[in-house]
C-alpha cells in the first residue's frame, strides 16, 4: 500500500483563504486567474514571515520613542468635513461605480502618512484604505517599526475605485488630489511615504521610475506658503506581493529604516 503524504497549502483571494491538504501542488481553474497553490502556500508563509526578523522583541521600547501626539479638535472637525465632501464627491466619473469613497484613516496629528495609489475592491467594499492582502503586508512593514496602525495616516491619490483596478487616468489625479493635499496640510505630517510608483510620480511630478526613486528622500510641495514635506517613496505592498524577494523586503525595510531615523524612533530590537 502506497503512503501519501498530504499538505497543507493556503489559497488566498479576495474573500479570505483557503486551507487545502493535497499530495502535490495544483491548479484552480474558474477563478480570474488561476492560481498557483505551491507559490500561494510559499507567499503565505512569507507574508507571515515578512520582516519578523526585525519585529519588535519588546514593544514597550518602541513605545517609548513615541512622542505623546495631541490631536487637534479642530485638525479632526476639519477632516471629518473633508470626508463628508469626498463621500458626496462627483467630480469624476468614478463616482459612478464606487461602493463606497475611501478617504483614508489614521492619526489626524500622525508624523507618517502612507499614501497609495487607488482602492481596491476590498477597500471599496469597506470603505477602508489598505484592507486586502496588501494591507496585511502594510501592517506589518508598520508593526516593524515598532507602530501601529493607529499612529500613522493612511490613504490614496485617488478616494474612488478605479474599475478593475485599471491605472488613474490623469484627469481623475487632476480632481481628486486637491482631497489629498487638504489632508496632509491639515495632518502636517512630518513624512509622506509614497507607496508605489503612482503615488511616487504623482506626488513629485516626475516620470522617473520606482527604482530610481526609492531609498532617498524628496521634497512634497502641497502648498506654496508652506514649506515641503520630506517624502520618501518606496515599493507598493502589492508590488512586494508580486515581486517576493529577500531583495525587494531588504529596499523597502531600509526605506522605511530610514523614515524611523528621520523622526526619531529608535530602531525596533530584532527579535
Ligand atoms: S475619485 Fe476623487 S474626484 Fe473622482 S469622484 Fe471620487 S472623490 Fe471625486
Request: glycine share 8%; proline share 6%; net charge positive.
Amino acid at each position: 500500500m502506497e503512503i501519501v503524504t498530504l499538505k497543507p497549502v493556503f489559497v488566498f483571494s479576495d474573500a479570505g483563504f483557503l486551507l487545502f491538504y493535497t499530495p502535490r501542488p495544483f491548479k484552480i481553474r474558474g477563478m480570474k486567474k488561476e492560481i498557483d497553490t505551491t507559490k500561494a502556500a510559499r507567499q503565505h508563509i512569507e507574508l507571515e514571515g515578512f520582516l519578523a526578523g526585525f519585529s519588535v522583541k519588546n514593544p514597550s521600547l518602541a513605545e517609548a520613542d513615541k512622542s505623546v501626539i495631541e490631536v487637534d479638535e479642530t485638525t479632526v472637525k476639519a477632516l471629518a468635513d473633508l470626508r463628508a465632501e469626498v463621500e458626496g464627491c462627483k467630480q469624476c466619473e468614478l463616482w459612478n461605480q464606487r461602493k463606497n469613497a475611501v478617504v483614508g484613516e489614521g492619526n489626524a496629528a500622525a508624523k507618517i502618512v502612507f499614501v497609495g495609489e487607488a482602492p481596491g475592491r476590498e477597500e471599496d467594499s469597506q470603505a477602508r484604505p489598505f484592507v486586502g492582502r496588501s494591507g496585511q503586508l502594510l501592517d506589518k512593514i508598520i508593526a516593524a517599526m515598532g507602530l501601529e496602525r493607529s499612529d500613522v495616516y493612511i490613504c490614496n491619490i485617488l478616494k474612488c475605485r478605479p474599475p478593475d483596478n485599471r491605472d488613474p487616468k490623469p484627469g481623475e489625479i487632476e480632481k481628486c488630489l486637491p482631497f489629498l493635499k487638504r489632508q496632509l496640510g491639515l495632518i502636517q505630517p512630518e513624512i509622506i511615504v509614497a507607496l508605489g510608483a503612482h503615488a511616487a510620480k504623482t506626488l513629485l511630478e516626475t516620470n522617473k521610475a520606482i527604482g530610481q526613486l526609492r531609498g532617498k528622500f524628496h521634497e512634497f510641495y502641497f502648498d506654496d506658503s508652506q514649506p515641503p514635506i520630506k517624502l520618501m517613496p518606496t515599493y507598493h505592498p502589492s508590488y512586494l506581493l508580486r515581486n517576493y524577494s529577500q531583495d525587494n523586503r531588504r529596499r523597502v525595510w531600509d526605506d522605511m529604516q530610514k523614515v524611523m531615523a528621520e523622526i526619531g524612533l529608535r530602531m525596533p530590537a530584532r527579535g
